[in-house]
């Protein structure tokens, strides 16, 4: 998937488990606005690996290859970035990717 960011394209890689990566992104961040169309808050412990787990899911609507109209993504988020409660179904939010494609940030749009 490809977005125009700043002047920059940049492609997003989305997988499986809802994460999403910015291929080639030489150090610099960089930012995508969403609007939030649901949240979910998930933890517990891996049936497999034993590990806990703890996260934010939020899901929203972008452009994608092969897709006509919009697909509907997911994004997981580490708790500590905007706690659940404070997620709003409808609001807008920037989305800070750091140099190696993950969020840093997850912050409400000014109005």
């Known amino acids: 998937m ?7 394209i ?10 999403a990566r910015i291929k080639n992104c030489k150090g610099d961040r960089k930012v995508m ?3 939030v ?7 517990g412990v891996s049936k497999q690996s034993g590990n806990p787990y703890n996260f934010n899911q939020v899901h929203y609507n972008r452009p994608d290859r ?12 580490d708790p500590s970035l905007l706690p659940y409660a404070d997620i709003k179904i409808g609001g807008e939010y920037e989305v800070d990717f750091g140099p ?3 969020v840093v940030s997850f912050t409400p749009t000014k109005f």
């Open 66 to 77: 092969g897709v006509e109209g919009m697909a509907a993504l997911t994004l997981n988020l």
């Open 37 to 43: 169309i649901g949240k979910a808050h998930r933890e």
């Open 10 to 19: 940049v492609e997003l890689q989305f997988y499986l488990n809802g994460a």
């Open 2 to 8: 490809v977005f125009r960011i700043f002047q920059k």
């Open 100 to 102: 190696r494609g993950y």
């Open 33 to 35: 606005k969403i609007k």
